[in-house]
DNA sequence: TTATTAAATAGGAATTATTATTGTTTAATA
DNA sequence: TATTAAACAATAATAATTCCTATTTAATAA
């Protein structure tokens, strides 16, 4: 998932009509390297090193059109910033209280509860279009990986 | 619900260890008036024609005093800023796309749902704290209202 | 009822996150 | 290699929120 040569983001990127400038792909690069959803300050962390003449502004600017054309998507905070990613299968977040982590959690099974138990229900004057758990919780020993089976 | 004396409101404030002020008051009953989460533009608002003094700091300081004492909550909209609701009943949120209203939607059946699948999950390291859906939707009528049966 | 005092307020400055502007540079194409 | 629309760096502007401080007030008790 992570093993992308740059010559593929080269051709993604393009396939969608934008030009595959070295800072664009920087930008795709890292949020699709950071894990837990990362703040715009991440990511300049993150290609500050390699690319220190990316100004912010064409930071928010690239990040922006990249969830235009569905190669990110755009995450609101607990805190109140945007957070980015490159995970566009459907999923829903577990926030973390203590570590301020946002992670992934992909369920089929429940998602699949969801549509039934909705496709049930009456509607009127409404059109769900999306669906998502936003789940509360605190990783109990911080240094240790987190799991749902 | 929605008719509670000023008197009733002075003794809840009280009663959590605040000052009874004639701002506070008015901003907790502005929150209450209000339907659909409203933003701090829209309390300001509505409190501003009966108390054109109240200053936008303490309007500010006063919503968070009010939801760090448990007498509202924070919800954070899809355009980025905060909104407020006096209804503290754990509840699901709908996001109209169209018409950027956050609706109330309450259902114990579906939380029970909800309740007995991740009771059968086996959690490593990780203390689940509360599960809320958030439904992106759109009102097919804009002048009509909606329903879930 | 009045005095005391900690809490709260008004008004405005400061900060933070994000967006807009503009002259210059560059990737794509022919 | 020349052309050109798109993208860029730098920076100004905006919006939302938080912070600061001198002044006021609600609560309490003498
Ligand atoms: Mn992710
Ligand atoms: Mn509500
Ligand atoms: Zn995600
Ligand atoms: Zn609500």
Same sequence: chains 1, 2.
Wanted: neutral net charge; glycine residues 2%.
């Amino acid at each position: 998932m992570n093993l992308i040569s740059v010559t593929d983001i080269k051709h993604k990127i393009s396939s969608v009509g934008l030009k595959a400038t070295s800072q664009r792909i920087a930008i795709y690069q890292a949020v699709m390297k950071l894990k837990n959803h990362p703040t715009v300050e991440m990511i300049l962390e993150e290609i500050s090193p390699l690319h220190p003449s990316i100004s912010v502004g064409t930071l928010y600017k690239n990040l922006e059109t990249l969830v235009e054309v569905s190669l990110l998507e755009k995450v609101k905070s607990e805190e109140g910033n945007y957070r980015f990613e490159a995970n566009l299968d459907k999923h829903n977040h577990i926030y973390c209280s203590n570590t301020k982590e946002i992670i992934d959690y992909q369920d089929d099974e429940l998602d699949l509860i969801l549509f039934e138990y909705f496709k049930k229900k009456k509607l009127k004057n409404l059109k769900i279009n999306d669906i998502r758990l936003q789940i509360s919780a605190e990783r109990l020993n911080i240094n240790k990986e987190i799991s749902i089976q």
